[in-house]
Each structure stands twice: as structure tokens, then as C-alpha cells.
């Protein structure tokens, strides 16, 4: 059996919250338009893979509860999809270029963790999202990481 890993999904509570996954139960993570992310989401992340849900663009940005992903990738529909704001006219379905993965909701967190108070827990400290310039919106989270979290979560 495969060891479960631990990642982080960004979304901006306009476009999809978790709010929106809690009432869907389950949903298709699409539109990423980033090679690195794209890599992740093609050969990294596994079904039964845990998801730290995060509202970015929010104020304040925030971790704000669970999903664990329940396919693994698959070529993303909305690159072929003409008119479509993701569409990628040099992808076909014999080629595609972008993958997404589902994921199903799990818990939101009763209080969101802010990320400044995220930077003040020194166990977080090498983590993907506090590094400056970070703007994936596809991370990899250590499981150290997830645990420490987790213990903050209510």
C-alpha cells in the first residue's frame, strides 16, 4: 500500500470555497496553469492523499480545513474546452497538457489558521507556504508539517 502523502490546495473563496466542497462533498480540482503544479498533479498526488484546503486571496488567507483526494490525475476537460477561460488551443485530447485530481471534503476548521499566525509556530518553519515568493497553488506539505497543523486546528 502506497504512504500516504500531504499537500496543500489553493483557491480563492470567490472562485470555489470550502464552503462550496462541504456542500458539493466531492469536486474536481481544474484550471491549474502552472508546469510545476502541473507536475505534482499528474505524478505525485494519489488517491487517499490528504489536502489542506486554503482560502488565498482572502483576508486573511487561511488554511481552512480537510479533503483527501479520491482520483488520481487526469487530463484536465477545460483545456479543450473552446471559449472556456482555461482553454489551451495547442492541447488535444491525444496530447493534453493540464491534469486535476479530485478531492473530497473531510472537516473545515471551526477558526481558520491565518498564515501570519502560521509564521509563528517555529515547527513551521521550512514550510512551501511561508517561503517568500511562494505562489504555487499546488504544495507539498510534510507530514511533521500536517501534524503540527493539525494540532492548531480546532
Do not use: C
Amino acid at each position: 500500500m502506497a504512504t500516504t502523502r500531504y499537500w496543500l490546495l489553493k483557491s480563492e473563496p470567490g472562485a470555489y470555497s470550502i464552503e462550496d466542497l462541504k456542500k458539493d462533498k466531492t469536486t474536481f480540482w481544474d484550471g491549474v496553469r502552472n508546469y510545476q503544479a502541473r507536475n505534482m498533479l499528474r505524478d505525485d498526488i494519489k488517491k487517499g492523499d490528504r489536502v489542506f484546503f486554503y482560502h488565498s486571496n482572502a483576508k486573511p488567507p487561511a488554511i481552512v480545513g480537510v479533503a483527501r483526494v479520491v482520483r488520481d490525475g487526469y487530463p484536465d476537460h477545460t483545456q479543450f474546452e473552446q471559449g472556456h477561460p482555461k482553454f489551451d488551443p495547442k492541447t488535444s485530447p491525444d496530447n493534453p497538457r493540464w491534469y486535476m485530481v479530485d478531492i473530497a471534503f473531510e472537516k473545515e476548521f471551526a477558526e481558520p489558521l491565518p498564515i501570519d499566525q502560521l509564521r509563528d509556530i517555529p515547527e513551521l518553519e521550512g514550510m512551501e507556504l511561508l517561503r517568500k515568493g511562494s505562489r504555487l497553488s499546488v504544495q507539498p506539505v510534510t507530514k511533521k508539517e500536517w501534524d503540527t497543523i493539525m494540532k492548531h486546528a480546532r
